[in-house]
């Protein structure tokens, strides 16, 4: 392989997304550090603000991570007092999480956190530019989620 082959496997798009996914989490961390929590929690808080009292495993399931993986974040944000774990009275075996005082209150924080990050995502570009760009993103999405069920 010739190195300008080389080089345009650095430019393919799974390069690009694999770079773009890197600098948005980088992106996130540190606007998340600023608000004190780890770039994986916003998405916990948002989940229980539609829907407090959700089970552990029902969480992991619509956030798309392992229960183990969700364990971990919720006894870390437990600690940080953004949420409470309490046992299920109709059955003792389930964990319900629930949203903090403290929780709750940096949700509009969050928000405009949020905000904020996609502002940056989207510099320079125009509106039908911005709505472009999500809906290619969102096509690419289904395309992989297609081939993947049609590929199982």
């Known amino acids: 392989m010739h190195a300008s082959e080389q080089m345009k496997i650095f430019d393919s798009i ?31 808080l948002f989940a229980l603000n539609e829907r407090d009292g959700t089970s552990n495993s029902e969480m992991a399931k619509f956030l798309e ?21 309490r046992r299920d009275p109709q059955d003792e075996r389930v964990n319900r999480i629930y ?33 472009v760009f999500k809906e290619s993103l969102q096509k690419v999405v289904e395309n992989i989620e297609q081939h993947l069920t049609v590929a199982d």
Request: with cysteine; glycine share 8%.
């Open 65 to 85: 991570i392992t229960p183990a993986t969700l364990t971990n974040k919720v006894k870390r944000m437990e600690k940080a007092q953004l949420v409470i774990r």
């Open 99 to 131: 949203l903090t005082t403290k929780g709750r209150g940096l949700l509009d924080d969050l928000h405009v956190a949020m905000k904020a990050i996609e502002n940056i995502l989207l510099d320079d570009f125009s509106e039908s530019q911005a709505q």
């Open 14 to 44: 799974g390069s690009l997304l694999v770079r773009l996914g890197r600098a948005h989490r980088n992106l996130i961390r540190r606007e998340m550090r600023c608000l004190g929590l780890c770039r994986g929690q916003p998405p916990v």
